[in-house]
């Protein structure tokens, strides 16, 4: 069941409220980039959760799916292997960036900004690292983690893909691949860390922070330090 809403900018924002298979939803969102290119669709954010599932990047390396338990889909993002299943909020974002800016770094940083955001509201400091995509925090000891995936694809300057954020994830899930390639750190949830968001509370927060998001985003053709002063 999808609740169906509007976010600032009338972009559409749907909510399903069970796990999506990532076939599926691959499917409809390579529909809806296509739609939006053409000026037949509204602009989506889509909030949803997926049954296990890795998927790989197109920088995805075999040596780094070390037991495929779950079903492995090519996902035609950039990155390279990333778990998704239930307890983490996915979300994708299909935007026009002709409207705005067509930046694609930009866009990334952006998003990064989003999540970052997103996680203060749950006592969770987040952070870029260089060189590691993602985004990152200090766990129970003091290590830093992985608490954000990030991957895009953009098509006729429409953008696919998007993000993850592990809320309360099963953590073992992700050891049967490295998880974008990056074996030295662990990943970690906003549960691990001894919050307790519900998934309706992280919405909550990320359309609370949305309207940032986009008046970033809207700012990005003019550098990275601009993307970052709009807020």
């Not at 600032?8 to 390579?30: C, N």
């Not at 830093?144 to 991957?151: F, Q, R, Y």
């Not at 919405?203 to 700012?219: E, I, M, Q, T």
Request: contains cysteine; glycine residues 10%; aromatic residues 8%.
């Amino acid at each position: 069941m999808n609740t169906i809403q509007t976010l600032p900018g009338d972009i559409e924002l749907r909510i399903s409220s069970e796990p999506v298979p990532y076939r599926e939803a691959l499917a409809e969102m390579t529909e809806r980039n296509a739609a939006i290119a053409a000026g037949e669709a509204r602009e989506l954010i889509w909030f949803l959760e997926h049954p296990p599932v890795y998927t790989a990047g197109t920088s995805a390396a075999v040596s780094d799916l070390l037991d495929p338990r779950f079903e492995v889909v090519e996902a035609g993002r950039g990155g390279r292997y990333t778990y998704h299943g239930p307890g983490q909020r996915v979300v994708y974002v299909l935007l026009d960036l002709r409207k705005r800016a067509r930046d694609a770094r930009g866009f990334v940083h952006a998003l990064e900004g989003w999540v970052i955001d997103t996680l203060t509201d749950f006592g969770v400091e987040g952070f870029r690292s260089e060189g590691r995509i993602g985004i990152w925090t200090d766990d129970r000891d003091g290590r830093e983690a992985k608490i954000g995936a990030l991957g895009i694809r953009v098509r006729r300057w429409v953008t696919l893909h998007g993000f993850s954020i592990n809320v309360d994830p099963d953590l073992s899930h992700f050891a049967g691949i490295v998880p974008c390639g990056i074996s030295d750190y662990p990943v970690t949830s906003i549960a691990a860390l001894g919050g307790n968001a519900s998934m309706a509370a992280l919405d909550g927060a990320l359309k609370s922070h949305f309207p940032a998001f986009l008046s970033r985003l809207s700012r990005c053709g003019s550098g990275l330090e601009q993307c970052e002063a709009a807020r």
